[in-house]
T-cell receptor, first 115, second 116 residues
Framework: EPEVTQTPSHQVTQMGQEVILRCVPISNHLYFYWYRQILGQKVEFLVSFYNNEISEKSEIFDDQFSVERPDGSNFTLKIRSTKLEDSAMYFC?????????????FGEGSRLTVL | AQKVTQAQTEISVVEKEDVTLDCVYETRDTTYYLFWYKQPPSGELVFLIRRNSFDEQNEISGRYSWNFQKSTSSFNFTITASQVVDSAVYFCALKKGSSNTGKLIFGQGTTLQVKP
């Protein structure tokens, strides 16, 4: 069964460092998303991406965050200068058509620890 | 504003017991979609079910069943004859009907522990 894959599974970084989290969405999907989950809290929407553009972003997704689809398969989330509060599990997701009734398929997450 | 509330933070049951996970939502939209996701200890989010606001039929899938009641803005999830493998965090989520951006509003999650 096709799945969303994410790397790395866990990354530890120092405050102020840049981090890039990578995702390979399901191959025929057109819509891509990033969500995050701070430990013990709910899953929060960060950004949605379609046709090489951001469709919607939350207030969490400030200038320190950026997303990119550098090639036909990868979808990345970059945090320019990490803060302690960026420590969280980051989930990548994709959907085929981006329709409202569609479920999102999530990856296993990338745990980011900022020291 | 849209909101999803899962008032039960943690539930612990013994195997074979039935358990119901509550979900209450708030939205002003007339068209919307409700979802349940399971997050096992391995961490991934696994899709379980989707319901649209115009379909109030309850659904049963094996040991799982869902009760959608628009009158009380609830979308509850029942596991019958629970098993240890059902132990996970369960999230209820809401998506507005006009959304083509994939933005899900999640509840806080309910941690279910099924003891042998």
């Amino acid at each position: 069964e096709p799945e969303v894959t994410q790397t790395p599974s866990h990354q530890v970084t120092q405050m102020g460092q840049e981090v890039i989290l990578r995702c390979v969405p399901i191959s025929n999907h057109l819509y891509f998303y990033w969500y995050r989950q701070i430990l013990g809290q709910k899953v929060e929407f960060l950004v949605s991406f379609y046709n090489n553009e951001i469709s919607e972003k939350s207030e969490i997704f400030d200038d320190q965050f950026s997303v990119e689809r550098p090639d036909g398969s990868n979808f990345t989330l970059k945090i320019r200068s990490t803060k302690l509060e960026d420590s969280a599990m980051y989930f990548c997701a994709s959907s085929a058509q981006g329709q409202e009734r569609e479920e999102l398929f999530f990856g296993e997450g990338s745990r980011l620890t900022v020291l | 504003a849209q909101k999803v509330t899962q008032a039960q933070t943690e539930i612990s049951v013994v195997e074979k017991e039935d358990v119901t996970l509550d979900c209450v939502y708030e939205t002003r939209d007339t068209t919307y979609y409700l979802f349940w996701y399971k997050q096992p200890p391995s961490g991934e989010l696994v899709f379980l079910i989707r319901r649209n606001s115009f379909d109030e039929q309850n659904e049963i899938s094996g040991r799982y069943s869902w009760n959608f009641q628009k009158s009380t803005s609830s979308f509850n999830f029942t596991i019958t004859a629970s098993q240890v493998v059902d132990s996970a965090v369960y999230f209820c989520a809401l998506k507005k009907g006009s959304s083509n951006t994939g933005k899900l509003i999640f509840g806080q999650g309910t941690t279910l522990q099924v003891k042998p």
